[in-house]
């Protein structure tokens, strides 16, 4: 069936560490993808898009990659900060945007 | 900056209770989404609306109605609420369907 999930429930990094977020989808139909960010007592809020044209996509200190070939989607944080410290989510979109499939979550820690 | 608020941060009801969910957005958004949000399973759409009295069910609308009589208001009805209820309640709006805005989350327990 459809499904979006991550290859790792946590991660834990070390401020200043680059952190990577990995999210494997199983729907090739696919027109967007999204990575959200959670913290704790808030609602998901919009990180980073790529389109499903797209290899890559750079925002300020984030980098999303996707590999159509192994249906392999990441997310990548340069020089992780303690701010960072929240569960990230990707989400696939499709049938021209009108469904939505997220992932489970990855909680990410950082270590002072 | 969109802001979309919730009627109540954390709520408890009890079994057959009914219980409404209210979510308002201030940024004339035609598409708003109701979610729940259990550990280990993602957000699951219960609802979602494109337009002012329009609906369509998402994956899990059992047990679930909305309301929309007004753009910036969607609003989430459980008519018995039932513990396997219990979740975090999260609401969206959007102008393009894919771009979601969130509400900051409705805890609700169902004893």
């Known amino acids: 069936g459809e499904s979006v999930g991550l290859h790792l429930p946590t991660l834990s990094v070390q401020e200043g560490d680059n952190s990577i977020i990995n999210c494997a989808y199983s729907?090739?139909?696919?027109?967007?993808f999204i990575w959200y960010k959670q913290e704790s007592g808030k609602g998901p809020q919009f990180i980073i898009d790529i389109r499903s044209n797209m290899d890559k996509r750079q925002g300020q200190r984030v980098t999303v990659l996707l590999n159509k070939t192994v249906k392999h989607l990441s997310l990548q944080i340069a020089a992780t900060q303690p701010g960072d410290s929240a569960v990230y989510f990707c989400a696939e979109i499709f049938s021209g945007g009108f469904k939505t499939i997220f992932g489970a979550g990855t909680r990410l820690f950082v270590k002072a | 900056d969109v802001k979309v608020t919730q009627s109540s941060r954390y709520l408890v009801k009890r079994t057959g209770e009914k219980v409404f969910l209210e979510c308002v957005q201030d940024?004339?958004?035609?598409?708003m989404f109701w979610y729940r949000q259990d550990p280990g399973l993602g957000l699951r759409l219960i609802y979602f609306?494109?337009?002012?009295?329009?609906?369509e069910k998402g994956d899990i609308p059992e047990g679930y109605s909305v309301s929309r009589e007004k753009k910036e208001r969607f609003s989430l009805i459980l008519e018995s609420a039932s513990t396997n209820q219990t979740s975090m309640y999260l609401c969206?709006?959007?102008?393009?369907?894919?771009?979601?805005?969130f509400g900051p989350g409705t805890r609700l327990t169902v004893l």
């Open positions: 969206a709006s959007s102008f393009k369907v894919w771009e979601q805005f």
């Open positions: 609306s494109y337009d002012v009295k329009m609906k």
């Open positions: 729907n090739s139909a696919s027109d967007y």
């Open positions: 940024m004339d958004h035609e598409n």
